[in-house]
């Protein structure tokens, strides 16, 4: 495949979201990360790569006014139904970062939630005889796991690269690392685990190993996936990312979460992506 | 009536605005609504008193590059620049996918009192929209907007050019950056509108102290949400005690109680804005309460809410 032919697109998912007060399940450090696990009644199911809005704290006998936005978070893992019946067990990953995560980590379980979802368009999840290279970084990561699992499922040959600054940051590495079928490769800054350095360069050496009818899936921070999609971009190979912008509603209609295209004009990263073919994307133009 | 006669008591939801007659009173703020569609998964549009969409320009408009909003104590930061579809799309393809029952308002949008009159004279000709909105007050394109809404001589020339282009219901919604909001009110009222939206967003400014950059791409934005809601009640207070056509109370409302302070202040009808992002049911949800708070507090009517301020012994309240 070569930069001329038509891009990657995304998937849409048939289900209409939801609003919903989920019940907390379980909120857990894991590493530098959290653990939110969510019993979402009504649950209409998830296709990977799609997102949730998750309220910025549990829920009070008040509306939420402070933080007042809700998160937009990557849907780690689903399970379901529960016992209870139209409940599905809903994982996110996350980290404290300001003040609304910092409530998030207090939350306990019975607590209730409030999430909008699933949203946003998922990634496209093929059979392919080349192997499905997945990268992510920092939060990233949540987007990988449903989409490992789905590529394994449909016979991909799957590596999951991993990077991050050190071992107590690849939150989610253990599941990554008991799937089956999975090549899991990690890299960290501090050298404490996998590759000293930075996750690009496993991916280099992946792609010089085997490039034919590879697919680069990227997940993170900027600077890692606009570095993957050049590396995949020199070698010819297709690579799809998930852009993290800031949202207010995650359902198209604060257009706050707008990236520049190259082709000019902008993309709304909640109903158009999060996932994108990389070519779609002027990396110079996101902050 | 009384409060004692409680559940029994059939309220009477509707209202009235602008002339145009509404099931409840409560609808939902422009750029905070999209076309509408985007909420179906969430709520019934035909069980709000109406919606507010995107505002329009005459062509299709791309916004500013990110980052476009940021979060501020109870509020948000946003600086989008009047991104739209365009009129021709709206019309064509927007409205047409609404459902039947839904009360539509348009917004118009210009750099020069003609675009304005343009567009008004081509949606307020469409069977399916209930009314038109002037936004005479966007607090952040550099060219429009914000120069309309805080001189009262460019207001009036504005409002006077687009009244001669419609006889349709015609709001104008007013930019809370202006040092007398009484004065603005009646220069719309005195060129023909037939109702006033208030508050539009405040300008406002945030900044990142680690990369000691302003949040937003544009530098200034406007500030919505909870954070606003006091300073929009003082001036829908001042505006409807200025003039005698409806007012329809906009800023931070998230639950019933807040729509009733608006009506109680003299608003006939209430828009609610950021509130849709986190809570896309929010709308339906204070319909609903706003019917409860008027069952227990024994007003047959919801409209009778409107100006019903108790103020006898309070002299910190005048305007």
Redesign the interface.
Known sequence: MNANEAPIESVQHDA????SQARVLANEPDGHGWRLRLAVPHWPGSIPGQFV?V?AGPETAA????????RPMAIYRERGPLRTADEADVELLYRVVGR?TALLAASTPGDRI?I?GPLGRGFRVEPGAGPALLVGGGTGIASLYELARALVACGRRVSVLLGARGEPDLTGRADLQALQGVELICATEDGSVGFHGRVSEPLEACLDRDAVGATVFAVGPTPMMRVCAELAEAKGVPCVVSLE?????G??????????RRAG??SLVCRAGPVFDAREIAWE??? | MSAESGSALEVDESVELAGIPLRNAVLTASGTFGYGTEFAPFLDLEKIGGFVAKSLTLEPRFGNPPPRIGETPSGMLNAISIENVGVRAFLEEKVPALPEGAVVIASAFGTAPEQYAELVGQVSEHPRIAGVEINASCPHVKAGGIEFGQDPRLLAELVSTVRAATRGPLLVKLSPNVTGIAEMAKVCEAEGADGLSLINAVQAMEVDVESRRPVLSNVLGGLSGPAIRPIALRMVWQASRAVKIPVCGIGGITDADDAVKFLLCGASAVQVGTTNYLDPGAAERIAHGLADYARRHGFDRVRDLTGALETGGSSSLGG
């Open positions: 209409q979201p939801i609003r809005m309220g509306p939420r006014r402070d933080p007042l936005l809700p609304g409030s909008v912008n800031p949202m207010a509603c359902f198209g209609v604060c257009l706050g979460c707008a990236a520049p004009g902008f133009g996101l902050p």
